[in-house]
Protein backbone atom coordinates (compact mmCIF):
# COMPACT_ATOMS: atom_id res chain seq x y z
CA UNK A 1 0.00 0.00 0.00
CA UNK A 2 1.26 3.39 -0.77
CA UNK A 3 2.17 6.28 1.70
CA UNK A 4 -0.62 7.93 0.85
CA UNK A 5 -3.33 5.34 1.07
CA UNK A 6 -2.25 4.86 4.45
CA UNK A 7 -3.00 7.59 6.17
CA UNK A 8 -6.45 7.52 7.58
CA UNK A 9 -8.82 10.30 7.77
CA UNK A 10 -7.76 12.79 5.05
CA UNK A 11 -9.47 13.32 1.82
CA UNK A 12 -6.09 15.18 0.54
CA UNK A 13 -2.65 13.21 1.92
CA UNK A 14 -1.12 15.82 -0.66
CA UNK A 15 -1.90 18.57 1.52
CA UNK A 16 -0.67 17.15 4.45
CA UNK A 17 3.04 16.84 3.16
CA UNK A 18 2.76 20.93 2.49
CA UNK A 19 2.58 21.37 6.56
CA UNK A 20 5.16 22.02 8.40
CA UNK A 21 6.85 18.74 10.61
CA UNK A 22 5.21 20.13 13.72
CA UNK A 23 1.60 19.94 12.68
CA UNK A 24 1.49 16.84 10.81
CA UNK A 25 -0.53 14.25 12.15
CA UNK A 26 1.25 11.44 13.48
CA UNK A 27 3.88 12.86 14.88
CA UNK A 28 4.29 12.03 18.37
CA UNK A 29 3.02 15.04 20.57
CA UNK A 30 1.70 14.84 24.33
CA UNK A 31 -0.11 17.92 26.56
CA UNK A 32 -2.22 20.81 25.27
CA UNK A 33 0.01 21.70 22.72
CA UNK A 34 0.14 18.76 21.04
CA UNK A 35 -3.76 17.92 20.95
CA UNK A 36 -3.98 21.67 19.02
CA UNK A 37 -1.33 20.66 16.90
CA UNK A 38 -3.71 17.65 15.58
CA UNK A 39 -6.68 20.08 15.11
CA UNK A 40 -4.55 22.08 13.16
CA UNK A 41 -3.67 19.42 11.04
CA UNK A 42 -7.14 17.71 10.74
CA UNK A 43 -8.79 21.28 10.18
CA UNK A 44 -5.79 21.90 7.25
CA UNK A 45 -6.15 18.75 5.67
CA UNK A 46 -9.45 17.57 5.93
CA UNK A 47 -11.62 20.93 6.05
CA UNK A 48 -14.39 22.14 8.41
CA UNK A 49 -16.10 19.41 8.42
CA UNK A 50 -13.69 17.45 10.08
CA UNK A 51 -13.64 19.18 12.87
CA UNK A 52 -16.67 18.77 15.68
CA UNK A 53 -18.59 21.68 17.27
CA UNK A 54 -17.05 21.57 20.29
CA UNK A 55 -13.61 21.43 18.28
CA UNK A 56 -14.53 24.06 16.51
CA UNK A 57 -15.30 26.15 19.83
CA UNK A 58 -11.67 25.24 21.23
CA UNK A 59 -10.36 26.23 18.10
CA UNK A 60 -11.57 29.71 18.11
CA UNK A 61 -10.87 29.74 22.05
CA UNK A 62 -6.88 28.53 21.44
CA UNK A 63 -6.13 32.21 20.01
CA UNK A 64 -7.50 34.20 23.50
CA UNK A 65 -6.50 31.87 25.48
CA UNK A 66 -3.62 30.48 24.96
CA UNK A 67 -2.36 28.78 27.97
CA UNK A 68 -5.66 27.34 28.79
CA UNK A 69 -6.97 24.00 28.30
CA UNK A 70 -10.17 24.88 26.00
CA UNK A 71 -12.03 21.83 25.90
CA UNK A 72 -13.37 21.87 29.36
CA UNK A 73 -14.71 26.01 28.49
CA UNK A 74 -16.37 24.39 24.90
CA UNK A 75 -17.99 21.63 26.20
CA UNK A 76 -19.16 23.91 29.01
CA UNK A 77 -20.39 26.49 26.42
CA UNK A 78 -22.31 23.52 24.31
CA UNK A 79 -24.04 22.40 27.06
CA UNK A 80 -25.54 26.05 28.55
CA UNK A 81 -26.63 26.91 24.46
CA UNK A 82 -26.90 23.92 22.31
CA UNK A 83 -25.01 24.21 19.63
CA UNK A 84 -22.18 26.20 18.23
CA UNK A 85 -23.97 28.54 16.05
CA UNK A 86 -26.29 29.65 19.72
CA UNK A 87 -22.46 29.57 21.39
CA UNK A 88 -21.53 32.59 19.07
CA UNK A 89 -24.98 34.24 18.90
CA UNK A 90 -25.20 34.23 22.79
CA UNK A 91 -24.93 37.20 24.50
CA UNK A 92 -22.35 39.39 25.85
CA UNK A 93 -23.20 38.58 29.43
CA UNK A 94 -24.52 35.22 29.02
CA UNK A 95 -21.03 34.07 27.80
CA UNK A 96 -19.25 35.71 30.21
CA UNK A 97 -21.13 33.54 33.26
CA UNK A 98 -19.45 30.81 31.79
CA UNK A 99 -16.89 29.77 34.08
CA UNK A 100 -13.24 30.21 32.55
CA UNK A 101 -14.18 32.36 29.56
CA UNK A 102 -13.40 35.57 30.31
CA UNK A 103 -13.40 38.87 27.93
CA UNK A 104 -10.60 37.89 25.51
CA UNK A 105 -12.40 34.68 25.02
CA UNK A 106 -15.59 36.04 24.67
CA UNK A 107 -14.59 38.82 22.53
CA UNK A 108 -12.76 35.79 20.13
CA UNK A 109 -16.17 34.10 19.67
CA UNK A 110 -18.26 37.43 18.65
CA UNK A 111 -15.54 38.18 16.45
CA UNK A 112 -16.62 34.57 14.63
CA UNK A 113 -20.32 36.13 14.69
CA UNK A 114 -19.22 39.74 12.98
CA UNK A 115 -17.13 38.01 10.52
CA UNK A 116 -19.92 35.41 9.37
CA UNK A 117 -22.66 38.20 9.22
CA UNK A 118 -19.94 40.26 7.07
CA UNK A 119 -19.34 37.68 4.66
CA UNK A 120 -23.20 37.17 4.49
CA UNK A 121 -24.15 41.20 3.88
CA UNK A 122 -21.00 40.89 1.42
CA UNK A 123 -23.23 38.11 -1.16
CA UNK A 124 -26.05 41.06 -0.53
CA UNK A 125 -24.39 44.12 -0.41
CA UNK A 126 -24.75 46.74 -4.11
CA UNK A 127 -26.93 43.67 -5.68
CA UNK A 128 -30.42 43.54 -6.75
CA UNK A 129 -31.70 42.02 -3.95
CA UNK A 130 -35.08 40.74 -5.29
CA UNK A 131 -33.08 38.45 -7.77
CA UNK A 132 -30.81 37.07 -4.49
CA UNK A 133 -33.56 36.72 -2.44
CA UNK A 134 -32.24 33.13 -1.11
CA UNK A 135 -29.09 35.32 -0.32
CA UNK A 136 -30.86 37.99 1.46
CA UNK A 137 -32.58 35.56 3.58
CA UNK A 138 -29.73 33.70 4.65
CA UNK A 139 -28.07 36.72 5.12
CA UNK A 140 -31.46 38.12 7.72
CA UNK A 141 -31.18 34.74 9.17
CA UNK A 142 -27.59 35.16 10.62
CA UNK A 143 -28.52 38.68 11.84
CA UNK A 144 -31.83 38.60 13.33
CA UNK A 145 -32.81 34.82 13.96
CA UNK A 146 -31.11 34.73 17.59
CA UNK A 147 -31.41 37.70 18.83
CA UNK A 148 -33.32 37.88 22.11
CA UNK A 149 -34.96 41.00 21.99
CA UNK A 150 -36.69 42.58 18.43
CA UNK A 151 -34.82 44.46 16.22
CA UNK A 152 -36.59 46.36 13.65
CA UNK A 153 -34.12 47.12 10.18
CA UNK A 154 -34.93 48.64 6.96
CA UNK A 155 -33.25 47.75 3.54
CA UNK A 156 -32.59 50.65 1.75
CA UNK A 157 -32.58 50.12 -1.80
CA UNK A 158 -31.72 51.67 -5.22
CA UNK A 159 -33.75 52.30 -8.26
CA UNK A 160 -32.11 49.22 -9.70
CA UNK A 161 -33.56 47.24 -6.47
CA UNK A 162 -29.69 46.87 -5.19
CA UNK A 163 -28.83 47.15 -1.42
CA UNK A 164 -27.56 50.67 -0.43
CA UNK A 165 -27.84 50.14 3.04
CA UNK A 166 -29.31 48.07 5.92
CA UNK A 167 -29.80 50.30 9.30
CA UNK A 168 -31.12 48.97 12.48
CA UNK A 169 -34.17 51.75 13.56
CA UNK A 170 -35.11 50.46 16.86
CA UNK A 171 -34.69 48.07 19.19
CA UNK A 172 -37.23 46.69 22.03
CA UNK A 173 -38.49 44.37 23.98
CA UNK A 174 -38.81 40.62 23.23
CA UNK A 175 -42.12 41.03 22.13
CA UNK A 176 -42.27 45.02 21.03
CA UNK A 177 -40.59 47.86 18.89
CA UNK A 178 -41.10 51.02 18.45
CA UNK A 179 -41.18 52.27 14.77
CA UNK A 180 -41.36 55.74 13.07
CA UNK A 181 -42.74 55.97 9.23
CA UNK A 182 -41.38 59.34 9.41
CA UNK A 183 -37.64 58.34 10.42
CA UNK A 184 -37.91 55.95 7.98
CA UNK A 185 -38.77 57.85 5.28
CA UNK A 186 -36.84 60.58 6.06
CA UNK A 187 -33.47 58.30 5.73
CA UNK A 188 -34.71 56.84 2.80
CA UNK A 189 -34.34 60.12 1.58
CA UNK A 190 -30.99 60.86 2.73
CA UNK A 191 -29.94 58.11 1.14
CA UNK A 192 -31.77 58.75 -2.03
CA UNK A 193 -33.15 55.48 -1.61
CA UNK A 194 -36.49 54.52 -4.15
CA UNK A 195 -37.72 51.67 -2.53
CA UNK A 196 -37.54 49.71 1.06
CA UNK A 197 -37.61 46.54 2.58
CA UNK A 198 -38.93 46.18 6.17
CA UNK A 199 -37.33 43.63 8.41
CA UNK A 200 -38.19 42.73 11.96
CA UNK A 201 -37.71 39.36 14.20
CA UNK A 202 -39.45 37.47 16.95
CA UNK A 203 -37.47 36.30 19.84
CA UNK A 204 -40.28 33.60 20.04
CA UNK A 205 -39.54 31.84 16.94
CA UNK A 206 -42.32 32.26 15.22
CA UNK A 207 -42.86 34.37 12.41
CA UNK A 208 -46.75 34.76 12.32
CA UNK A 209 -47.66 39.07 11.54
CA UNK A 210 -49.39 40.43 14.52
CA UNK A 211 -52.50 42.70 13.88
CA UNK A 212 -49.95 45.63 14.94
CA UNK A 213 -47.21 44.92 12.47
CA UNK A 214 -49.80 44.46 9.67
CA UNK A 215 -50.89 47.80 11.14
CA UNK A 216 -47.64 49.42 11.37
CA UNK A 217 -46.70 48.17 7.58
CA UNK A 218 -50.02 49.74 6.12
CA UNK A 219 -48.53 53.17 7.71
CA UNK A 220 -45.45 52.95 6.51
CA UNK A 221 -46.15 52.12 3.20
CA UNK A 222 -48.57 54.97 3.24
CA UNK A 223 -46.02 57.50 4.51
CA UNK A 224 -43.51 56.40 1.78
CA UNK A 225 -45.80 56.08 -1.01
CA UNK A 226 -46.52 59.88 -0.56
CA UNK A 227 -42.91 60.88 -1.77
CA UNK A 228 -42.85 57.98 -4.05
CA UNK A 229 -40.52 55.32 -2.20
CA UNK A 230 -41.76 51.83 -2.91
CA UNK A 231 -42.33 49.54 -0.16
CA UNK A 232 -41.61 46.28 -1.69
CA UNK A 233 -41.78 43.75 1.54
CA UNK A 234 -42.25 43.06 5.35
CA UNK A 235 -39.94 40.35 6.18
CA UNK A 236 -40.57 38.61 9.71
CA UNK A 237 -37.33 36.68 10.89
CA UNK A 238 -38.11 33.63 13.32
CA UNK A 239 -35.20 31.29 14.56
CA UNK A 240 -34.96 29.35 11.32
CA UNK A 241 -38.20 30.27 9.51
CA UNK A 242 -39.55 33.59 8.00
CA UNK A 243 -42.26 35.13 6.68
CA UNK A 244 -43.03 37.60 3.57
CA UNK A 245 -45.85 39.76 3.89
CA UNK A 246 -45.54 39.98 -0.05
CA UNK A 247 -45.99 36.75 -0.54
CA UNK A 248 -48.39 35.82 2.57
CA UNK A 249 -50.85 38.77 0.93
CA UNK A 250 -50.60 40.62 3.68
CA UNK A 251 -49.23 43.60 1.93
Given at each position: ??????????????????????????????????????????????????????????????????????????????????????????????????????????????????????????EV???????????????????????????FR?????????????????????????VY???????????????????????????????????????????????????????????????????????
Open positions: MSKRAATPGFADVSLLETLSPEIRPGKPAIGTDGHRARLRARLLAAGPDAIAEHELIEMVLFLALPRRDTKPIARALLAKFGSYASVISASVPELLSVEGLGEAGVAALKIVQASAQRLAKALYRPVLSNWDRLMEYLQAVLAREKVEQVLFLDNRNRLLADEQQAQGTVNHTPPREIVRRALELHATAIILVHNHPSGDPSPSDDDISMTREIKQAASALSIVLHDHVIVGNGRWLSFRKTGFL
